[in-house]
């Protein structure tokens, strides 16, 4: 049987273990912080953001933040339809609705004009995705909400190195969370970012984060108001220290395998892959190949045949008015369409020219 190409796995260094093995055995008491600002520090300096809090997960930065909004029982968060449920699961802890609307047929982002549509009295966000590292449509989305009065935020979870205008993404709304899972572009196992350039939302999610105690309070043990526990340890800060100070090495890897992927299907009918639109910047967490419905080519052959090859196949995000939990939305027809003819490629950063190659003649043989 051919080797296993798995789709991803994160590129650890002995740097990273020396930093773990420095906060196993020295961060604590005293130095229990000290990784966790370390990386905030560095994750500021890389995004170009004022303020930044280390968390326990995406999920957790997005629910503080959504919560630091007032977002509460019996309003409306827009979101877009193609998306992993770690998107809309936040809402629903605050008692909110999500609204799922149509995605674009280019970049699989949300569509501005579905966001207008969708909006009412009680919309009180728009979520802005970045999926598999595109990003968004910040300028007609922010118009959006100013029109409005509501608030845009980014869920940049996939996004780490991807910039639109020259900002980074999670920097343009009005907080940005970034996700760091086993499965990322830099990861510390499991864990999150958030970061805002609002100093009293920051405050007030820093209180948020540590079960409603302020920065300033100096009473012992003594909560202002109920919390929440989302706050990353100090070994797995330590090791995302480490994968910052090698940050731009694992965005330039991912920006490389893509570009190979390009290159090699460049002349390939009937697939199209991540786009990386003017003025903007792809951090291409996630290479993904869209088949044209004339092609024939399903996300069951697809699977099958990466199956025969020993090639981890990721299947396209689900739509999620889709699933169990939810109400069908089939209207947002291109959210529900993409996944049917799609399939995500192996990217981890140590793939090397020859396995790049047997996914490539996969995906070849297909369309011959």
Known sequence: MKSKIHYTKPSITELEVSYATDAARNGWGEKCYDYIHKFEEKFKEFTGAKFAIATSSCTGALHMGLAAL??????????????????????????????????????????????????????????AVHIYGN????????AI??????????????????????????????????????????????GGMFITNDPALYEKVLTLSNHGRASGQTKQFWPDEIGFKYKMSNIQAAIGYGQMERIHELVSRKREIFDYYARALADTPGLSMNPENINTQNGYWMPTVIFDVSTGITREKLQQRFNEENIDARVFFHPLSSLPMFEDRPGNTIAWDIPNRAINLPSYHDITDVELERVIQVLKSLIQ
Not at 98 to 111: A, K, N, S, Y
């Open 70 to 127: 007032g977002v509460q029982a019996g309003d409306e968060v827009i979101l877009a339809e193609t998306n992993w449920i770690a998107s809309a699961s936040p809402i629903t802890y605050l008692g909110a609705k999500p609204i799922f609307v149509d995605v674009l047929e280019d970049t699989w982002c949300i569509d501005p004009a579905k966001v207008q549509a969708a909006i009412t009295p009680r919309t009180k966000a728009i979520i």
């Open 135 to 142: 990003v968004c449509d910040m300028d007609k989305l922010l």
């Open 145 to 190: 909400g100013e029109k409005y009065g509501i608030p845009v935020i980014e869920d940049a979870a996939e996004a780490i190195g991807s910039r639109w205008h020259g900002k980074h993404a999670g920097t343009v709304g009005k907080f940005g969370t970034f996700s760091f899972h086993g499965t990322k572009t830099l990861t510390t196992g499991e």
